[in-house]
T-cell receptor, first 115, second 114 residues
Framework: AQSVAQPEDQVNVAEGNPLTVKCTYS??????LFWYVQYPNRGLQFLLK??????LVKGSYGFEAEFNKSQTSFHLKKPSALVSDSALYFC?????????????FGAGTRLFVKA | DVKVTQSSRYLVKRTGEKVFLECVQD?????MFWYRQDPGLGLRLIYF???????EKGDIPEGYSVSREKKERFSLILESASTNQTSMYLC?????????????FGPGTRLTVT
């Protein structure tokens, strides 16, 4: 069965410092991996995705994520955090061998960036 | 600019009422989804539809039904609302046949059942 784990409920970081939001996954086949962000009282917005190819993917707002197949991880990173990055972040996985309709979301990690 | 809209941002209903949540997308997407979002649980799939009049149960369909009479519109129905259905409801859409594609989400409806 597919699953996604975001081991940290909350991540605190100072503005200007690098940030990492962790995600690990479990699928029976090859994964498609996604990161979404949710600002207060808003729907989810797509940040980036890994489909195939280069393990380092770049997305919106300066975010990037590294796909690590051996560790089954897809951690979200940003070299220099902004206060405006404070939001709820969701990792999601889709197992391409099971028809692809279903996306499994992690529980979410709340990021606080302090000025 | 692509758009998914939901009929209400906030809704307060009484236990036992029938509740309709509407979602409309303007991207001509075949796939549409209803999720509920609860703290610590992430997003859980209630129902999805890959075509007009087609529907598939997600992980937590109990107490809900859906309707898709037109391609752009996907409705979630709570037949008899209960307090444990108090939650944030998110609608999403994506194109059919492209598993690589991300989903587009509406702004959400925060439903409170009293």
């Amino acid at each position: 069965a597919q699953s996604v784990a975001q081991p940290e409920d909350q991540v605190n970081v100072a503005e200007g410092n690098p940030l990492t939001v962790k995600c690990t996954y479990s699928v029976s086949g090859n994964p498609y991996l996604f990161w979404y962000v949710q600002y207060p009282n808003r729907g989810l917005q797509f940040l980036l995705k890994y489909i195939t190819g280069d393990n380092l993917v770049k997305g919106s707002y300066g975010f990037e994520a590294e796909f690590n197949k051996s560790q089954t991880s897809f951690h979200l990173k940003k070299p220099s955090a902004l206060v405006s990055d404070s939001a709820l972040y969701f990792c999601a996985v889709r197992d391409i061998n099971t028809g692809g309709f279903k996306t499994i979301f992690g529980a979410g990690t709340r990021l606080f960036v302090k000025a | 600019d692509v758009k998914v809209t939901q009929s209400s941002r906030y809704l307060v209903k009484r236990t036992g009422e029938k509740v309709f949540l509407e979602c409309v997308q303007d991207m001509d997407h075949e796939n549409m989804f209803w999720y509920r979002q609860d703290p610590g649980l992430g997003l859980r799939l209630i129902y999805f539809s890959y075509d007009v009049k087609m529907k598939e149960k997600g992980d937590i369909p109990e107490g809900y039904s859906v309707s898709r009479e037109k391609k752009e519109r996907f409705s979630l129905i709570l037949e008899s609302a209960s307090t444990n259905q108090t939650s944030m409801y998110l609608c999403a859409s994506s194109p059919l046949g492209d598993q690589r594609h991300e989903q587009y989400f509406g702004p959400g409806t925060r439903l409170t059942v009293t």
